[in-house]
């Protein structure tokens, strides 16, 4: 019975002693546990240089927040049995932000090169604390950490100018940023609907600018965003004065953020150009006008060929640089629609003087000539990457939103690059199934996408990659009105971008990171933070081999257990249970949900149609490939027998300003009468049916012969997504390979918000019967 006894009570001492791991996102470089654990009472003291005053202000952020979560004061001059000590020393291997972190049951110590390496390491620390006060003494384990960020750009861009929000909220963002080891907030300031920064040379911005007619509860339309000078009339807006601004760089300052200011050029400046309408090319409608005006009948540029118009953006510039001390300044660069400079006479003026040979060239003038501006200011300039277009200024920093190509092109020029991709980098994309998640602007960028995002391309060289300082998410608010939607949008993404930007690539594990994320979701629940579910959705996908097609089944949700049905009929929990894929040899419709705990977890299950005819498993060759971006289920995603849906994120094929050419070998000679493929429109998302669809057919795979070239009936014009499909029929006969061209409208068309933009052509299925 003693040796029982012993035993047990050894055991007992075992399972108070073990560690449970702490749930600490960004994963640190390396982290080793230990027995036992430090408790947070009122036997602690701080230890500290009180000379430096940066340490000294780490020191009061972490005192403060212990107190707040605990209730117990720290004492920084009565020297207490346990301690927390903060030191500055040289440590070579973890850099400017590095630090490393001993936690043993009588001391805790953070040691780093900076007060910046401190500050990250008092994170990982207040992530082993409650998130809220419960009054139990918090137990923090033992444990050795060294730490230091892949990225030295951790970045987070909020558009503040689509729709408004408070300082108070601009705050609630640099808190989230800050507790997950962010480091950069790029304030998208001004834009065509409006202007948010006081700029005391000129007024008429803040005054006029920045408010328009209420659209509140509205649906977010472009064409539909109109001004007045009437401030009766144009009550929605706001702005931040320069001295709410700078109090929003010192709160971020002292979180370690660098407020990156931006302030959009020549484009997208509707807003200001209404208001000065002086500075643009063809001055129309603005303030002066009386009545309701529309911001998209508004010239959104500024006149390349006007002085004045620079003179009016170094004025601007000047004071925003005295607001914000970051090296870099933002001037957008995206988006410029040159139509109004190939009709303007001091455009075409200056284009002659310079010696430019088209308007791509004096975009790049226009760029040059602020970056010179800034750079004599000891600042740098960063734009989105349409700054390459007509060449690079000298200097530049370039942010890769339309996929990573302009990255990649500014690298190989020895440019510093951002990467902030739209897939999966924007957030106002939805994150989990669009028939159960809240309205946003089209895309489908889930947490797993962006945990598995590598902001190095496989195709960038070693010594280019050197160039990529980081990468950044970016939220636009054109559906966002309200606190409780940017909280939505960005958690928990934003957790799962932060350890892309800070841990080594190798340590990145979904598994891994979902558990450690568990108990930050209930800290949300607890703080009342709105943040996303999850992603319910099941991901039906074909599997394609020797020309056998089986369907398998995938979600992100490491807890689910998926049910399906192939009659289209609802799967409940009673249905068949997946556990690997299936095979199709005849049409279906299959119907998947996801369960936790025994409860289907969405309204509405994945559903998708599957369809066979002569072309399904065969391979397909593109004239030109299919962008990265929208890879579908694959090369062969026209042949996989999965109909595309109004979802242009899954089974599309998409293809940016150019005409999709695909040819399908049948393999042996094939009896048809009719080819079809779909097509995919949707105007928000620039994405336009094929002007025509031309049909060829081959007897022997090598010569092709037109059937019929179909043209398109429906005009680009804003609406929901709609699909069509092109057809054609002829005469039976057998062929061996046939062949599709679907000619692009070449760019987004006369008053869309892309006018003159790459226009998108989007192609699903492709049925040979």
Known sequence: MKTKLIFFLLNLSFLLNAQIAPHIIPHPLSMELKNGSFLIDGNVSIKADAKDKATADVVGFFTNYVKEITGFSLSKTTVKSKTIEFKLEKINEIGEEGYTLSVTPLSIVIKANTSKGLFYG????????????????????????????????????????????????????????????????????????????????????????????????????????????????????????????????????????????????????QAAMAAFPELSCHPSVHFGTSGDFYANKVEGNYCAGNDAAFTFLEDVLTEVMAIFPSKYIHVGGDEVEKDSWKKCPKCQNRMKTEGLKNENELQSYFIRR?????????????????????????????????????????????????????????????????????????????????????????EMTAEDAKYVLGAQANLWTEMIRKREGIEYMILPRLLALSEVVWSPKTQRNWLGFNQRLQPHLV????????????????????????????????????????????????????????????????????????????????????????????????????ATPFNKNYPANGVNSLTDGFRGTKDHGKQWHGFSGKDMVATIDLGVATTASRITIGCLQNYGSWIFFPQSVKFEVSEDGQNFTEIKTVQNTIPPISGSAQIQDFKVEFAEKKIKAIRVTAKSLGVCPKGHPGEGGEAWVFVDEILVD
């Not at 730490?147 to 558009?159: I, K, N, V, Y």
């Not at 601009?170 to 409006?194: C, P, Q, R, S």
């Not at 709105?530 to 807890?559: A, C, Q």
Request: charged letters at 25%.
């Open 122 to 269: 008092v994170q990982t620390l207040m992530q082993t604390l409650p998130f809220i006060r419960t009054n139990q003494v918090p137990q923090i384990p033992c444990m050795e950490i060294k730490d230091a960020p892949r990225f030295a750009w951790r970045g987070f861009m909020l558009d503040v100018s689509r729709h408004f929000f408070s300082t108070e909220m601009i705050k609630e963002v640099i808190d989230i940023m800050a507790n997950y080891k962010m480091n950069v907030f790029h304030w998208h300031l001004t834009d065509g609907t409006g202007w948010r920064l006081e700029i005391k040379k000129y007024p008429k911005l803040t005054e006029q600018a920045a408010w328009r007619i209420d659209d509140w509860g509205k649906p977010w339309n472009w064409a539909d965003v109109a001004f007045n000078a009437d401030r009766s009339k144009a009550t929605y807006g706001g702005f931040y004065t320069q001295e709410q601004a700078k109090e929003i760089v010192a709160y971020a300052q002292a979180r370690n953020i660098t407020v990156v200011p931006e302030i959009e050029m020549p484009g997208h400046s």
């Open 370 to 458: 602020m970056e010179k501006f800034l750079t004599a200011k000891n600042r740098k300039l960063i734009g989105w990457d349409e700054i390459l277009e007509g060449g690079l200024a000298p200097d530049a920093t370039v942010m890769s939103w339309r996929g990573e190509a302009g990255g990649i092109e500014a690298a190989k020029m020895k440019h510093n690059v951002v990467m902030s991709p739209g897939s999966p980098c924007y957030f106002d994309h939805y994150q989990g199934d669009p028939e159960t998640e809240p309205a946003a602007f089209g895309g489908f960028n889930t947490l797993k996408k962006v945990y598995n995002y590598e902001p190095i391309p496989a």
């Open 523 to 622: 800290g949300f629940e607890h703080k009342g933070l709105h943040y996303s579910k999850g992603n319910f959705k099941v991901d039906i996908k074909p599997v394609v081999d020797n020309g056998k097609i089986s369907i398998s089944l995938e979600t992100e949700n490491t807890e689910g257990v998926i049910f399906y049905t192939t009659d289209g009929s609802m799967p409940t929990i009673g249905s068949t249970k997946y556990d690997k894929p299936f095979e199709v040899n005849k049409a279906m419709t299959v119907k998947a949900a996801l369960a936790l705990n025994n409860q289907i977890m969405t309204l509405k299950p994945a559903e998708q149609s599957f369809t066979t005819n002569k072309a399904t498993g065969k391979n397909v060759q593109y």
